[in-house]
């Protein structure tokens, strides 16, 4: 699979299905698609606490904005759902060095 086809997957999944979501830094927001979901309690573990939650977004969603050229990660916010919550943790993954998905982990 190409990065390409990877992100192409993604997105088509975020455009049928996925969520609004807004990322906040330093008081400016950034509005995104993606896939809140709760943590399943088997994978409640060191750092994943009951309550936090998992939000997939595409890179495709970052172009334009100032996570384009810096992801978002710990300290950043996120709102979804009516709720303002802290990013924990942000898992970047790759496809032949070339950035296709974030999953990032939420708290509040």
Request: proline share 6%.
């Amino acid at each position: 699979m190409t990065p390409d086809q990877a992100i192409g997957m993604l997105d088509r999944q975020i455009d049928r299905h996925g969520s609004a979501v807004r990322i906040e830094r330093g008081g400016v927001p950034h509005e995104v698609r993606g896939f809140p979901r709760q943590y399943k309690p088997d994978e409640i573990s060191e750092g994943i606490m009951q309550g936090d939650s998992q939000v997939v977004i595409s890179p495709s969603g970052l172009v334009g904005s100032a996570f384009a050229a810096e992801p978002p990660h710990r300290g950043d916010f996120v709102g979804m759902f009516g709720r303002r919550r802290h990013v924990e943790n942000v898992e970047l993954v790759y496809v032949a060095d070339v950035l296709v998905r974030l999953n990032m982990q939420v708290r509040g």
